[in-house]
């Protein structure tokens, strides 16, 4: 691959011709602070053994989908809104992508798979790996064909009839990526701040009926009504209001 314009908003970038998990790879090289800074990016068409949410496999053919993942360090960002930072990355993700699908509804179903017209196209898995050190991962169907796909949920740029740019869609996500992250330091998540805006815009989840699949195996149903404030999911349920720090969101419906 050739990325001159993703290498220009990358503090460090690396490309893989095929890797495991470029997750994996930014974790192992996180520890070497001088050689790995802040905004290292490592990117790959053949990605092996990557991981989704709840530690689910994610693979795909050679040259099918793009997996990138980004080192954050020392992000001065207070511990109670640290839930946004993945929602950042989803909201980045689906800016990036819409610029290339503009006929296209691009959202975030909660927290941060990217959708195209209700069809997954991006899933993003953010790991911890140490003291104030953050990896997000993403993976975008780039070339997938229908037969490719895990799901028939899911969808790619080749089945919406377009070739991505994936240098343009990489350079985009990093920089609304770096934007995004420095409003949530600057200006926190009041209801007014450029970032809660942004994510809440994107956000295709607000406004509908949702079962929420909870890790411990419980389940809550109701309607997503808002983002609290250190990001969590505000459910309206039968019995009041509940929040959801992490599961599986199913849309009882169409995101219109």
Known sequence: ????????????????????????????????????????????DDQRAGRGRLDRE?????????????????????PDQRGWIPLAAGAAMAEAVAAQLPDARV????????????????GI????????????????NTEMTAEQLPVPTATSFRLRGVTCDVDLLLAGYLARLDA????????GTAIASGLRRAVSARCLTIG?????????????????????????????????EASVA???????????
């Open 125 to 140: 898995l953010a790991e911890a790996a140490g003291t104030g050190v953050i990896v997000i991962g993403a993976g975008v």
């Open 246 to 256: 992490a599961g599986d969101i199913v849309h009882l419906r169409p995101a219109s």
């Open 58 to 78: 994610w693979t795909a053919p050679a040259g099918s989908a793009v997996a990138v993942s980004v080192l954050l360090r020392d992000l001065e960002i207070a």
């Open 208 to 240: 509908q009926p949702v079962t929420a699949h909870l890790p411990g195996g419980g389940e809550l149903r109701g309607e997503a009504v808002r983002l609290a404030a250190d990001g969590q999911l505000v459910l309206q349920t039968e019995d009041g």
């Open 1 to 44: 691959m050739n990325l001159p314009h993703t290498s220009a908003a990358a503090a460090r970038l690396d490309i893989a011709e095929a890797t495991g998990s470029t997750n994996a790879d930014l974790l192992a090289d996180a520890s070497d602070a001088a050689a790995f800074p802040h905004f290292s990016v490592r990117v790959t």
């Open 107 to 122: 959202g975030v179903k909660w927290p941060n798979d990217v959708l195209v017209d209700g069809q997954k196209i991006c």
């Open 180 to 187: 995004h992250l420095t409003d949530l330091a600057e200006h």
